[in-house]
């Protein structure tokens, strides 16, 4: 192998290693270890809703219930079903695709769903600001 070639082949791992690179980002496969698993969402003060009611982030997936107690509860938009998107109408939501109601827990009410909705991890700061996890729904069953 001549110098030209051996310096094409350098040039050429370094950019075939970052072109599958991207692909992996692209598709969100990422390795999760210790707080990798962590992406934080900042949902606002908590001062700033009130309770007893649901909020939609639907850019977020998910809903932020506050109970008449002050519990703060992120609870997924995805249907347990097959993964439509759930809308909050009254008290209760509904998956538009194949019927399925839960109450305002995500407590499944009607079939064909089998299980509640996914929550995720929330914490509130010193300050009062919600921080809601979106790195991992929690599964419920």
Not at 5 to 31: H, N, Q, R, S, T
Not at 84 to 99: I, L, M, Q, S
Not at 125 to 139: A, E, P, Q, Y
Request: proline share 4%; net charge positive; aromatic share 12%.
């Amino acid at each position: 192998m001549n110098r030209r070639k051996a310096i094409k082949y350098l040039l050429l791992i370094p950019a075939v290693a970052e072109f599958f690179y991207g692909i992996i980002d692209v598709l969100g496969y990422k390795k999760i270890s210790g707080n990798a698993s962590k992406k934080w969402f900042d949902a606002g003060n908590i001062a700033d809703y009130d309770k007893g009611k649901i909020y939609p982030f639907a850019a977020q997936k998910f809903y932020l219930s506050i109970d008449e107690s002050g519990k703060v509860t992120a609870i997924s938009t995805k249907c347990t079903h097959l993964g439509c998107t759930v809308e909050f109408k009254g008290d209760e939501f509904k998956c538009p695709c194949h019927g399925s109601i839960f109450n305002e827990k995500g407590i499944n009410l009607k079939p064909p769903a089998t299980r509640p909705l996914d929550l995720f991890e929330t914490k509130i700061t010193k300050r009062g600001k919600i921080l809601v996890n979106l790195g991992h729904s929690i599964r419920r069953k």
